[in-house]
């Protein structure tokens, strides 16, 4: 699909957007994701949360220890100052008794859809297993019902009583990685920044699959992408506008919002950026991860050629998926093992 943008200045070019890998065209299309679908507005956003409730049920806490696989307890815990409290849900494979590695996990869904507990089956198949991990997956409130800070500050409040209650979760309090896909991802960058900058616990690691972390919208990926990759520009907009609500398109957006606002990357935890090279994230997420570089600390960059975003959601059997989850999981056991070593 050719995207033209005509004018005077840098947003002048007509640019064709990078091919889908065949495999995940495929099954795109058999999803009936087509291109784009239909982007959130602001119109829409009320209907399309309440659809998301309806067709993503959240599973129980019977379902999720599936069978006596996995233990399984949902928490609340205390709430930022001043707010609700925050309930996290808790799980680690049974049988294992020792104070495990934590993985910190924040939710997608574009900062106004999706549950803690949705994620955690496939959290805990793919990495509390095989690399003998707890989970902790964050109820953050939902915008726009709640604006920025409350979701960061949710999740900064939850992870402070894990770190603080570790020998209860039986977890170890100087192994916890924090980790998202997509708002969970932006909102685990946020999270590393903003517990660096409160002296809070230090992560061993920042786990930030194709992040949404730029409320500008401006990066060409942005614009060669739209109407063209299954979250859009017209659908980041959205998705920022309800977070930010008065601030957005204003040059106060704080770095805890959005942190490719950042201008200070130092001191922050090992990290791991994926996202495709066909989707509206990537060249934020790119610059994200050379930021880090130039500040001189540690990144893992992986572009994943022909992804769109949430790729391995909606093929999670085509082969660019699974070597995806491999990469990542390869990750997360060279950083265990150091820190093991260490």
Request: net charge negative.
């Amino acid at each position: 699909m050719d995207l033209a943008r005509k004018g005077p200045g840098p947003d002048s070019v007509v640019a064709c957007a990078p091919p889908f890998d065949p495999e995940l065209a495929v099954a795109l299309a058999a999803s009936g994701g087509g291109a784009v679908g239909e982007p959130f507005t602001s119109e829409n956003l009320a209907d399309r949360q309440a659809r998301d409730v309806a067709v993503r049920p959240r599973p129980t806490v019977r379902e999720l220890r599936d069978g006596g696989r996995f233990e399984v307890d949902e928490l609340c815990v205390p709430g930022p100052p001043g707010g609700p409290g925050v309930t996290l849900v808790s799980a680690r494979p049974a049988g294992l008794d020792g104070p495990l590695p934590l993985l910190y996990y924040m939710h997608g869904g574009g900062m106004v859809l999706g549950n803690a507990s949705v994620v955690l089956p496939q959290l805990l198949r793919e990495w509390a297993l095989p690399l003998e991990m707890a989970v902790v997956s964050v109820e953050y409130r939902l915008a726009p019902r709640v604006r920025h800070p409350g979701p960061v500050e949710d999740c900064y409040a939850g992870l402070l009583w894990a770190a603080a209650h570790a020998a209860d979760l039986r977890v170890d309090p100087e192994r916890i990685v924090i980790g998202g896909k997509s708002a969970g991802g932006g909102l685990a960058a946020a999270l590393a920044l903003l517990t660096r900058d409160r002296g809070g616990p230090r992560p061993l690691g920042q786990l930030l699959l194709c992040p949404m972390l730029d409320d500008r919208d401006e990066t060409f990926s942005s614009r060669q992408m739209a109407g063209v990759d299954v979250w859009d520009r017209t659908s980041n907009a959205t998705a920022w506008q309800a977070l930010l609500g008065d601030l957005y398109g204003t040059p106060d957006v704080p770095a805890y919002a959005a942190p490719a606002r950042a201008t200070d990357l130092s001191g922050l935890p090992p990290a791991y950026i994926d996202v495709g090279s066909a989707e509206t994230f990537r060249d934020e997420d790119v610059a994200y991860a050379n930021a880090i570089w130039r500040a001189g600390g540690e990144a893992e960059l992986h572009v994943w050629p022909g992804a769109f975003h949430g790729f391995d959601t909606f093929a999670p059997g085509a082969a660019l998926s699974r070597e995806a989850r491999d990469a990542r999981t390869r990750w997360l056991r060279r950083l265990l093992g150091r820190s093991a070593a260490a």
